[in-house]
């Protein structure tokens, strides 16, 4: 536990309680919960750190909107990978609604396409055409690099891009689709 002390903010550091149920981790990361967080952080975190700011975990057209009326530069569809919330609703059933509102937002404020990512449950190429069809700009992959991580080490991580690229190419084939423009 008091590996994580280091990393508390000052005065922060007597929340780490030895005797406490929770273990070190678990302190740790309830403690740095900032439940004050809302919607100004996006251009707080803008300019302070002159980067484009996604926000991720965006599951549906509201959220999706508010983001952008805060200025988010663009939206990760993500439900990351259902651990918070069991029984929520999966990625690729509110991607399309999320993709028609940030070109709803884009047309009524005369800006360029806001960009989508997306990610959750993807595990063969056919669900990453699936996704890009929808309407996403990049599809992510989660579990499926510590799987073959732990499997194979590096090599296992390879795999799963190779096999992945592959899939995704025959899906391709087999849909009549000779590039990544063809399928949106
Ligand atoms: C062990 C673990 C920890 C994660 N921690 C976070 C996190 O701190 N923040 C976050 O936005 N997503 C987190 N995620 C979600 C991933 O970033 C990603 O959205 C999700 O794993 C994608 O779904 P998939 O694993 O089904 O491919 C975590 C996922 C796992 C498996």
Redesign the pocket.
């Known amino acids: 536990m008091q590996n994580f002390a280091k990393y508390m903010n000052k005065g922060q550091e007597t929340e780490l309680k030895a005797n406490s149920k929770e273990s070190g981790l678990a302190q740790f990361v309830r403690v740095h919960k900032d439940n004050n967080i809302d919607w100004s952080i996006i251009p707080y975190i803008q300019k302070h750190s002159g980067l484009p700011v996604f926000v991720?975990?965006v599951m549906c057209k509201e959220d999706a909107r508010i983001a952008l009326d805060n200025g988010a530069d663009g939206i990760y569809v993500?439900?990351?990978?259902a651990?918070q919330l069991d029984t929520t609703p999966a990625t690729i059933e509110v991607l399309k609604e999320i993709v028609d509102e940030a070109s709803l937002f884009a047309r009524e404020n005369s800006t360029k396409r806001v960009e989508i990512l997306f990610?959750?449950?993807?595990r063969t190429g056919s669900d990453v055409l699936k996704a890009l069809a929808l309407g996403a700009d990049t599809v992510?992959?989660?579990?499926?690099v510590?799987w073959a991580l732990s499997c194979e080490g590096t090599k296992g991580v390879e795999n799963v891009i190779r096999l992945l690229n592959q899939e995704l190419k025959e899906a391709m084939l087999k849909c009549g689709c000779n590039s990544i423009e063809d399928i949106k």
């Open positions: 991720k975990g993500s439900n990351h990978g651990r990610d959750g449950g993807v992510w992959i989660g579990r499926p510590p």
